[in-house]
């Protein structure tokens, strides 16, 4: 508004007051729980003030204008106009990404719903058994399709994946061969990111034909594309046989949607298979969030990467769902991991399985058979006008040479000119080659519209009519034998019985029913920043002019995506006072990574390829390590004090001694432990003085914005979870972003890629399959600091730090708190300590956690940092009653140990150690138990209200370990419900 409009004309739907819990009654007599005078002065209190920002935090750029508060729909409004400078035409691009079909009843009642978008990572299996069938789908569809036995539960990208599988290898090789060759027909991308990961470990990648290839005692590895970038569909019988007896594991990287009709991988060989889900009913949202998928032999399960969902049975004998062989996982095996992968694409993959069990093995391939016509009409055209398409056999991609006369085009670019200023986009491979790339979207009226433009011929107006010849190609549909899929895929009951809309709509919401997400109750986990996902940012997730983008259009027309791009690049920049920011990486754990790579490649510039060392204090996450180790770097680790903090003298310490390798430290800040460092500006100065660079890690950014930045207090580089901070919301375990930021003299090392070239000489390679990780969900972030505002951004932060002091205060005499700053005062987050009650009562972490599902609670973050622990984090998003709701819960809990610690309660039979409590079991006819059902059930007066009942009591994880099973269970595995 122009200045001296009347404050009644002001937006009535500003978003601050409904992002942030408390209402202002609420902060004035939280802070006298807290004993504080003002919300300004606890966060003095509780924020060190040399690192404090010297003024308020102002957002740049442009458009749009943020000098004042922001309506959702005005900016709603605004957004549509910039998305709308995304131009959606035809592509026929392909490369790994194809236009889609996202069926109606997912997309409305999944991607659009946040009983699916906002519940976490599945650890607490109990309250998570519905996007546990759903995973356990999706791996059992992808099991099927490449007719290998396990497969876990997603990945980031195609791109990713066959990094992950290149590591794989090369662990299974006991890392003592050092050469992994790639087919030269790999996606560009592909190439680009195992190039990337390979380089610090010191593995050759080894580029050619695999057909012709040596495969000598150095190849741990062989990677090949099935079908390949050109479309070209091989045998690849031969190359398993030659690879195996080199002692080298074969890798293929395919296309689900093609297995329906070509020989599974599996079959001809293969040891691992990679790729996307992508074309299974999810937007290409111009390069993400997608679930890439992997597939092995079981005898690989301990190598494999990613989290893998397997079928187990509850305290009752029920069967139940949980996350396989957790202890692959890089939280507990740290520098020894060989991933460093943390966040999967769970969303994304539950879409995939959904649209499987949609469609039905039938379904797909008849999507696929339909496309596989389309392309043989047009290979028979095109040819008929004088072009050649020199592969024999191919699915969706036709790759076409342009011959240098006897067609109205002179050359490739030509042609594709012609194409693009018809509203086509075509794949320029070289000076005499494109390639077209048909869909499930693809129609006859677009052959229709290809063939005139490859004629010369105007695209409109019905000058190529190919109706009466697509009968032609009816009889074509199906490969021959050597490659034609014989196997039977997707015969479990759940692929063939959800058909009818009415179906679906019930089995969706039945899988909802059994998941505790953010629309139950607060999740306050800490170091995981569980906020608001408000429906205004979520919105623009699904319109065709954000989702419908290939990741590799001309850049012409995509400026609406340049523009939101730019802008919250200039704002994350403002956030964390760095100089340049890099959106590709997907994931937090691949940020660390990106920006490990950023001071690596920083060092090896200036010569100073010894320094190597990275230093981890004990508290840091398990990402770290791991990710040090993938970016080439030891680990050394330096000890925290008795107050939870970094032990400035052993730093000092460390870095003395480690001086002339020494590479990076590693620190998060706040603290694991909760508390702002007062001592941060010298550890980082000990770190600079020994000539190594300080890599901040963002989990905890929550706690700063809007307060302090990461570029001012000495840190040379920080990655962003945009799934927290940034309200991306967790999607049950993906999808997340990772953006780092990094100082001016870091710029030059940040993530390049193939398809959008960097100016940069230094750049590091590609760390994703896009340039711009998972652009489609970067909107959302982009709506909440559009809409919160310099201002609104500080405040939101204060609130968080006063949510988490308010309820430390009220849980401190009840539970002891582990660590506190200078001034008593924790930072967004705490930890109690529950250890004593492991002698008291025979209680452990987990049986709390257990037990607040009968509140209708998710527990907090259990023995991380810490074992024996709980790490609490309300976020600024929850309001005073339900801060309060959880208090009482966890205080009637304490009240529960004391009765077991009196006496009063056995330590074997009672409330905690036999929770959580399901409907079956408190309604059955017997009841066994020495407490009553409805302190089981009903343990304080409000829970009844909106009771969450655990679908299942608590998992036995050993036994799922024991008897793998990662793929749905025959029917007879199943007990008859009642």
């Known amino acids: 508004m122009a200045e001296g409009t009347p404050r009644f004309l002001a937006p009535s739907d ?34 060190p003030a040399a690192i404090r920002m010297d003024g308020p935090l102002v957002l740049g750029g442009v458009e749009p204008r943020l000098d004042r508060p922001l309506g959702e729909h005005e900016l709603l409004t605004w957004l549509g106009q910039l998305a709308s400078r995304n131009q959606l035409r035809r592509s026929y691009i392909g490369l790994g990404y194809y236009g889609c079909i996202v069926p109606p009843v997912v997309q409305r009642n999944v991607l659009e719903n946040p009983g699916w978008y906002t519940a976490y990572t599945p650890y607490q299996a109990e309250i998570a058994q519905g996007r546990l069938e759903a995973l356990l789908n999706f791996q059992t569809m992808v099991s099927d399709l490449t007719a290998l036995p396990l497969a876990n539960a997603s990945l980031l990208d195609e791109a990713t994946a066959a990094a992950e599988a290149m590591n794989m290898a090369y662990a299974i090789a006991k890392q003592k061969r050092s050469v992994f060759f790639v087919s030269h027909r790999v996606h560009p991308q592909t190439l680009a990111v195992v190039q990337t990961r390979a380089e610090p470990f010191g593995i050759t990648v080894r580029v050619g034909d695999p057909a012709t290839a040596e495969l000598d005692s150095e190849v741990f590895g062989v990677l090949v594309q099935y079908p390949d970038t050109e479309g070209s569909v091989d045998q690849w019988d031969a190359l398993a046989s030659r690879a195996h007896d080199a002692g080298a594991l074969l890798v293929v990287a395919t296309d689900l949607l093609a297995l329906t009709l070509l020989r599974a991988p599996g079959e001809f060989g293969a040891d691992i298979a990679i790729g996307s889900a992508q074309r299974f009913g999810v937007p290409m949202g111009f390069g993400g969030p997608h679930a890439g998928f992997m597939a092995t032999r079981e005898e690989h399960r301990r190598q494999m990467p990613g989290r893998i969902i397997g079928v187990s049975k509850d305290a009752d004998g029920q069967q139940a769902y949980r996350m396989a062989l957790q202890t692959r996982e890089q939280h507990i095996r740290r520098e020894r991991a060989t991933s460093n992968i943390c966040t999967a694409q769970v969303l994304l993959a539950i879409m995939a399985s959904m649209y499987a069990v949609w469609h039905g093995p039938e379904g797909l391939r008849r999507i696929a058979r339909r496309v596989r016509g389309l392309q043989l009409l047009l290979r028979a055209e095109l040819s008929a006008l004088g072009y050649q398409c020199p592969h024999e056999h191919a699915f969706d991609t036709l790759l076409v040479a342009v011959p240098e006369s006897g067609t109205p085009f002179p050359d490739a670019p030509s042609l594709a000119d012609a194409a693009m200023a018809q509203g086509m986009d075509l794949r320029r491979v070289d000076q005499f080659r494109l390639s077209v790339s048909l869909d499930e979207t693809t129609t006859l009226a677009d052959i229709e519209r290809l063939v005139a433009v490859f004629a010369g011929k105007p695209a409109e107006g019905g000058t190529v009519d190919l109706a009466a010849k697509a009968a032609a190609v009816a ?86 995506y340049a523009g939101l791009l730019t802008s919250l690049t200039q704002w994350l920049c403002d956030i964390t006072g760095f100089a340049a920011v890099s959106l590709q990486p997907n994931a937090g754990s691949q940020g660390e990574y990106a920006g490990l790579l950023a001071i690596r490649g920083y060092h090896r510039s200036r010569g100073d390829n010894h320094r190597r060392v990275c230093l981890i204090p004990t508290s840091a996450h398990g990402t770290n390590p791991a990710s040090a180790v993938m970016a080439g770097m030891q680990v050394v680790v330096v000890k925290c004090d008795a107050r939870g903090n970094v032990d400035v003298d052993d730093l000092r310490v460390k870095a003395d001694k480690h001086a002339n390798e020494l590479a990076a430290l590693m620190v998060t800040y706040p603290s694991t432990h909760g508390v702002f460092e007062a001592r941060i500006r010298e550890i980082c100065q000990i770190v600079h003085d020994h000539g190594g660079q300080v890599y901040l890690d963002g989990a905890n950014m929550n706690a ?70 998972s652009p489609l969900i970067l909107s ?110 966890m205080i009637s809990i304490r009240a529960e140990i004391a009765a077991i610690e009196s006496g009063q309660q056995s330590r074997v039979d009672n409330p905690l150690k036999r929770a959580p409590h399901t409907a079956a079991v408190v309604c059955a006819d017997a009841w066994d138990r020495s407490y009553t059902r409805q302190q089981a059930a009903f343990p304080l007066p409000w829970v009844a209200a909106a009771k969450f009942w655990p679908a299942v009591g608590r998992i036995d994880n050993a036994y799922g370990d024991r008897n793998l099973v990662c793929t749905c269970p025959p029917l007879d595995s199943y007990e008859p419900e009642g």
């Not at 819990?21 to 924020?47: F, H, K, N, Y």
């Not at 300590?833 to 709390?848: C, H, N, T, Y």
């Open 475 to 560: 009889d074509q549909l199906e490969f021959p034998s050597v490659h034609a899929r014989s196997s039977a895929f997707l015969e479990h009951p759940v692929f063939h019985v959800h058909h009818a809309e009415h179906e679906m709509l019930r089995y969706v919401r039945r899988l909802e029913a059994r998941d505790l997400s953010l629309t139950s109750s607060m999740i306050a986990l800490g170091s995981c920043t569980m906020k608001l996902n408000a429906t205004s940012e979520m919105v623009p997730v699904t319109w065709p002019t954000l989702a419908n983008i290939h990741p590799f259009a001309p850049a012409q027309f995509v400026q609406g």
């Open 704 to 773: 700063q914005v809007g307060l302090c930045r990461p570029g001012d207090y000495g840190a040379d580089v920080c990655h962003l979870n945009l799934h927290k901070t940034f309200c991306i919301p967790h999607g049950g375990g993906g999808p997340g972003m990772g953006p780092i930021g990094v100082a001016l003299h870091l710029a030059p090392f940040l993530p390049s890629h193939p398809l959008a070239p960097s100016d940069s000489l230094g750049a590091v390679g590609a760390v994703a399959a896009a340039p711009y990780g």
């Open 14 to 47: 500003v978003f601050v007051r409904r992002h942030v819990g408390p209402r202002r009654r609420d902060v004035e007599s939280m802070l006298e729980v807290c004993e504080a005078a003002s919300l300004d002065e606890l966060i003095d209190q509780t924020i």
């Open 780 to 889: 959302i972030s982009w709506v909440y600091i559009a809409l919160m505002g310099g201002s609104g951004l500080a405040h939101a932060t204060k609130v968080a730090i006063l949510n988490a002091n308010y309820m430390a205060a009220r849980l401190r005499d009840h539970y002891p708190l582990l660590y506190a700053g200078q001034n008593g005062r924790v930072a967004h987050e705490f930890i109690l300590d529950l250890r004593p009650f492991k002698q008291s009562a025979g209680i452990e972490p987990e049986d709390v956690a257990k037990r607040l599902m009968d509140y209708g609670f998710h527990a907090p973050t259990m023995s991380f940092p810490v074992a024996g622990t709980l790490m609490i984090e309300p976020t600024e998003s929850e309001s005073r009653a339900e801060l309060d709701r959880f208090c009482e819960a």
